[in-house]
């Protein structure tokens, strides 16, 4: 039952970085709809992702990773608010900081772990 929970918030950690992403893409559709931006954005986000704030992230450190996701998932929350949809802006930030806390549980880091081996 352990393992089937720690995949299972593993598996909404996935979907949240989806939707920041989504939100980026929102917010440029919001200011500029000829597509650039909407585009751009979550392309510049999800490298910004890779490079510091995934598990097997090149840069990402003790300190660098944990601050690089407040700011991917702040500006993605900040981005929605920005587009005029603030429910949503609301619901991705408890959904984020949920998600990612349960994320931080020694049952489920046990896992991320043997994943890394």
């Excluded at 996935?14 to 931006?37: C, I, K, S």
């Excluded at 490079?51 to 929605?80: D, Q």
Aim: hydrophobic fraction near 65%; glycine fraction near 10%; charged fraction near 10%.
């Amino acid at each position: 039952m352990g393992a089937i929970f720690g995949w299972t918030v593993l598996a909404l950690v996935f979907v949240d970085e989806l939707l920041v992403m989504a939100a980026f893409g929102v917010w440029g559709w919001h200011h500029d709809p000829r597509a650039l931006l909407v585009w751009l954005l979550p392309l510049v986000a999800m490298g910004v992702w890779w490079t510091f704030a995934s598990p097997k992230a090149p840069y990402g450190g003790t300190w660098v990773r944990p601050l690089v996701k407040v700011v991917v998932f702040g500006l993605g929350t900040l981005a929605l608010w920005d587009a005029g949809h603030e429910g949503w802006a609301v619901a991705l930030l408890v959904f984020s900081v949920v998600v990612n806390a349960l994320a931080l549980l020694p049952s489920i880091q046990v896992l991320v772990e043997e994943q890394r081996l």
